[in-house]
């Protein structure tokens, strides 16, 4: 590792540091998560419910990320899930 690398903790040109001692955040995957939350927003306004199953199918991601997703979308007021989990739940567009 180069001592200029040492200093800062990593040379990747996508990681940015947050501050002094703090991690590193990878911009890329925050620019494509924001881009992604937006999709949802577009999709749920067109529909009464959604599933993670179709959310997962517009995205192309794991039903882990559509979880997080979907669970930010709720604090924000956005939907409201309907069922505790598995293929019976889902999510209403909150007006």
């Known amino acids: 590792m180069h001592d200029e690398e040492a ?21 890329g995957v925050e620019k494509a998560k924001v881009a992604n939350i937006e999709k949802i927003r577009s999709f749920v306004s067109g529909h009464a419910s959604v599933t993670n199953a179709e959310i997962t199918e517009l995205l192309g991601v794991n ?10 979308l709720e604090k ?13 739940a889902y999510y209403e567009k909150v007006n």
Do not use: I
Request: proline letters at 5%; hydrophobic letters at 30%; a negative charge.
């Open 7 to 27: 200093k800062v903790g990593c040379s990747h040109p996508l990681h940015l540091p947050l501050g002094h001692g703090e991690r590193y955040r990878n911009v």
């Open 63 to 72: 039903d882990a990320t559509v979880v997080r997703y979907m669970d930010e």
């Open 76 to 88: 924000d007021g956005v939907v409201r899930q309907v069922g505790e989990t598995g293929v019976e």
